[in-house]
C-alpha cells in the first residue's frame, strides 16, 4: 500500500548580538552599539522506516493487522509541532483513491470502508471495514480509529509536541474481511504531515485586563485596575495601549517595555485640586486619603505665574494641551501632536510624592513609597538604583548605559520610551523645552534636592541618565510605572 508524506518549513528564530565600534581623534573618542542579527530558519524532517504497509494474511471472514512502521519527526522549531494523517491522493495522479476507502485495484465498487474519524475500537467489529491504530513503544496499542479524506479541513492528529526536538510512534492498520469479499489487491494512500506549530500570538495588556476579568470605563480599561499579575502576563514588549484615570477620565498610553515593566508612554496630566474630589488610596498611589489633610494647592495654570520656588508644599502647574513636536531645533510647544509627546502638568517633588511637605527628606537614596499617579502605580527609582523599577534599568535596555551618547536613531523620545524633552517650569518660564527633559524619581539626594531621570540633547548626541543636580522646587515632568 503506497503512501507518502508532505513536509514543509514555515518559521524563523531570530537571533541579536552587539557589536563595538570604537573611533577616536586626539581630543574625542565615542563609542556606537550596531545591532547585528541573522536568521536561523526552522527545519523539519519526517521519516517513515517503511515503504508500504501490508496486510499479507487477511482470510475471508476474519480480521488481521498490516506490518508496523516507525514515524519518525525532528523539527528546530521552538514552538513545536503537529504530525497528522489523511486518506487518498492528494496529488490527484490517482482519481480512483478519492475517498477513505480500500478499493478494489480491478474491480470497482469492491472497497473496505474506513471506520469513522472518532472511532475507539478494541477490534473491528463490521465487516469489510479499515483503521489504523499506533503505539509509543510498540507494545500497548490504541484502538482502532479512521482517518478523514485528503480535503479535510484538518488532518487527524497523531502526535503533537510543544518544543523543538524528535519524537517517534509505531503506526499499523487492520481490516476485517467477510467471507463473500472478493478477493484481490486493495489499495489507498495514507498522507503524514509534519507541521510547524505558529509561533504563539502576543499578549497585550488588553488581552491581559481581559484575561484578568476586569471592566471598561468608557470603553477603555483602567489605570488603577493594573497590577503585577496583568503585567507579568504580558509579552507584546513595546506594543502600545491606552488605558483611563478613573480620577479624571485622562486617557494615557502605556506599554510594557524591555525591562519587564509596565510603564506610561506619556507623561502625567493630572490637576490637583484644592476641594475637589478626595485622593485616597483606592484611586491614588497613596497609603491613606491625602485630601483629609486639606493642604491641596490648585494646579497652577497658563495666566497663574504665582508658583512658589521655595515651597516644600506641594504644587503643580497645567500648561494647558501642549505638546513637544519632537524636532530639536525646535525650543517652543506646538498645540498639536501624538498624544505621546502631550507634555502634562508640572510637579514640583513635593507634589510628585503626595507629601504635605518634603523638607524633612534630606538623606540620599531614601525612597518615598507612594506618589500622585495612579493607585497600582509608582514613581521610578534613580540615583544609585540600577536595578529593575529605576530609571536607569530601563534606559540600559535600550542602549544608554552610563550616559552613553547615542549619535542616531533610536533616541529616548521616540518609539517605544517617548519621553518628551520638555524640560521644567519655574514660575514664570520654560527652560530648555526641546533640549532637556525631566522626569521625577521617588528618590531623595540631599536636602532640597531629589534624584531625576535627564534626558538630554548636547551638540554631540542624545543620552538619558540620572540626574542628582534638581532641586525639588523646580517643576518638572512625571512618568508611572507599574508596581
Wanted: aromatic share 12%; hydrophobic share 30%.
Amino acid at each position: 500500500m503506497k503512501r507518502h508524506a508532505t513536509i514543509f518549513s514555515l518559521f524563523t528564530t531570530s537571533f541579536l548580538a552587539s557589536v563595538s565600534l570604537t573611533s577616536s581623534t586626539s581630543a574625542l573618542t565615542y563609542q556606537q552599539d550596531i545591532p547585528v542579527s541573522f536568521t536561523f530558519n526552522s527545519s523539519v524532517v519526517l521519516t517513515l522506516s517503511s515503504a508500504d504497509l501490508n496486510i499479507y494474511n487477511l482470510s475471508p471472514g476474519t480480521s488481521s493487522d498490516s506490518n508496523i512502521i516507525r514515524v519518525t519527526a525532528t523539527s528546530n522549531n521552538s514552538t513545536g509541532y503537529v504530525i497528522t494523517a489523511t486518506v487518498g491522493d492528494n496529488t490527484h495522479s490517482n482519481p480512483s483513491y478519492s475517498n477513505t476507502s480500500l478499493n478494489h485495484i480491478s474491480n470497482t465498487g469492491n472497497i473496505f470502508s474506513s471506520i469513522a474519524t472518532n472511532a475507539d475500537l478494541a477490534s473491528l467489529t463490521n465487516d469489510n471495514t479499515w483503521g489504523y491504530a499506533i503505539s509509543d513503544n510498540g507494545s500497548i496499542w490504541s484502538n482502532y480509529s479512521g482517518l478523514p479524506l485528503y480535503t479535510a479541513e484538518s488532518g487527524k492528529t497523531l502526535k503533537e509536541l510543544n518544543t523543538n526536538g524528535t519524537t517517534s510512534f509505531d503506526f499499523k492498520i487492520a481490516a476485517k474481511a467477510s467471507s463473500s469479499q472478493p478477493s484481490g489487491e486493495y489499495r489507498n494512500v495514507i498522507n503524514f504531515t509534519l507541521t510547524s506549530n505558529a509561533a504563539p500570538t502576543p499578549v497585550t495588556i488588553d488581552d491581559a485586563y481581559a484575561a484578568a476579568g476586569k471592566t471598561k470605563l468608557n470603553g477603555y480599561y483602567k489605570m488603577q485596575d493594573m497590577n503585577s499579575t496583568i503585567c507579568s502576563g504580558v509579552d507584546a514588549i513595546g506594543e502600545q495601549a491606552q488605558l483611563i484615570d478613573s480620577r479624571d477620565n485622562k486617557v494615557y498610553y502605556v506599554a510594557k517595555l524591555a525591562d519587564g515593566n509596565c510603564w506610561m508612554t506619556q507623561n502625567l496630566d493630572f490637576d490637583i485640586i484644592n476641594g475637589g474630589s478626595a485622593i485616597n488610596s483606592a484611586n491614588t498611589d497613596v497609603p491613606s486619603n491625602w485630601a483629609d489633610g486639606g493642604y491641596l494647592t490648585n494646579t497652577y495654570t497658563a495666566n497663574d505665574t504665582t508658583w512658589n520656588s521655595y515651597s516644600d508644599q506641594p504644587e503643580s502647574y497645567d500648561i494647558g494641551n501642549l505638546y513637544w513636536s519632537g524636532t530639536i531645533e525646535d525650543e517652543t510647544p506646538v498645540s498639536s501632536g501624538n498624544a505621546h509627546y502631550h507634555l502634562g502638568n508640572y510637579y514640583n517633588w513635593t507634589a510628585a510624592v503626595a507629601m504635605a511637605d518634603s523638607s524633612s527628606y534630606t538623606t540620599d537614596g531614601t525612597n518615598v513609597n507612594q506618589s500622585i499617579c495612579p493607585a497600582g502605580w509608582t514613581l521610578p527609582k534613580s540615583g544609585s538604583n540600577t536595578g529593575s523599577g529605576s530609571f536607569q534599568y530601563l534606559v540600559n535596555q535600550y542602549g544608554w548605559d552610563d550616559g552613553t551618547y547615542m549619535m542616531e536613531d533610536p533616541y529616548p523620545w521616540e518609539f517605544p520610551l517617548y519621553f518628551p524633552l520638555g524640560a521644567m517650569w519655574g514660575g514664570e518660564w520654560y527652560d530648555d523645552i526641546g533640549w532637556n527633559g525631566y522626569f521625577w524619581s521617588s528618590m531623595v539626594r540631599a536636602t532640597r534636592y531629589s534624584w531625576d531621570l535627564l534626558v538630554t540633547v548636547p551638540s554631540w548626541g542624545a543620552t538619558a541618565f540620572p540626574d542628582d543636580n534638581r532641586v525639588r522646587t523646580d517643576g518638572i515632568s512625571v512618568r508611572c510605572m507599574a508596581r
